[in-house]
């Protein structure tokens, strides 16, 4: 099973930028539709964005739409999440995560994945 580490997280004030990475081990990225998902304190996990195994199809969500991407690098093993334009209500834990079930489906739902990362922190600072 793959094994998943973020990294990339932080503190900027409002307006400012972040890419995240997701560094994948144990099995060949290519094999897995990736995710990610945040969590903010007294908050439901929710879904950000996610590409698929098949043919980089990616799916954002409304929230952050416009200002975060989501992109793969198969050939190094990384799954990356550009956060532009950040605001206060970003603030959270961002998650990464990976599915073997699919292949043209790009799956939002935390039960669609199998494998997640430890997160990273990001803070968003007015």
């Known amino acids: 099973q793959v094994q998943l580490a973020e990294s990339g997280g932080g503190v900027v004030q409002a307006g400012g930028s972040l890419r995240l990475s997701c560094a994948a081990s144990g099995d060949t990225l290519s094999s897995y539709g990736m995710g990610w998902f945040r969590q903010a304190p007294g908050k439901e996990r929710e879904f950000v964005a996610a590409v698929n195994r098949n043919d980089g199809m990616t799916h954002t969500a409304d929230s952050v739409k416009g200002r975060f991407t989501i992109s793969r690098d198969n050939a190094k093993n990384t799954v990356y999440l550009e956060m532009n334009s950040l605001k206060p209500e970003d603030t959270a834990i961002y998650y990464c995560?990976?599915?073997?079930?699919?292949?043209?489906?790009?799956?939002?739902?935390?039960?669609?994945?199998?494998?997640w990362g430890q997160g990273t922190q990001v803070t968003v600072s007015s």
């Open positions: 995560a990976a599915t073997s079930r699919f292949t043209t489906i790009i799956p939002t739902t935390g039960q669609s994945y199998d494998s």
